[in-house]
């Protein structure tokens, strides 16, 4: 799966207008394949005295290819629209931890009386190093 992705990637950077019209031909045959079948099975059961039986209708489903790939040049002159409008900061931003707000578990009770305990005591070996430094050169 992930020579795969890495394949659609160079081909995407080669090629973007191509590789995304046959991304979209692909996602739009089968996002329209999943609605007629969900479409079918409600109104097999809503209209079973009926006895109507609809196929799979192609030619909606080539309509919908083609419009999606039509659009597919202006999705992507968009997007590199956006990407030069805002351009993202750092590669791996999906991986960065944001910082909790202060209303969080890590922020109240016990762990905010730790960390200040843990402040002062810090603060007052700070002083005492100080002082036993003056000490030394008097």
Known sequence: MASFFRF????????????????EAC??????????????HI????????GEAKGYDLWRTSRFILFATCISPIGVRW????????PIRSSNTWFKTKRRPPSSHAHSGVAAAARHANRARRKMER????????????
């Open 8 to 23: 659609w990637t160079r081909q995407a950077e080669a090629r973007p207008f191509v590789t995304i019209a046959v991304t």
């Open 79 to 86: 997007h590199r629209f956006l990407d030069s409008r805002f």
């Open 127 to 138: 002083r005492n190093t100080a002082k036993q430094v003056g000490k030394r050169l008097i």
């Open 43 to 50: 109104t097999a059961s809503s209209s079973a005295a009926e």
């Open 27 to 40: 996602l739009s045959a089968c996002g329209d394949l999943i609605a007629q079948t969900v479409g079918k």
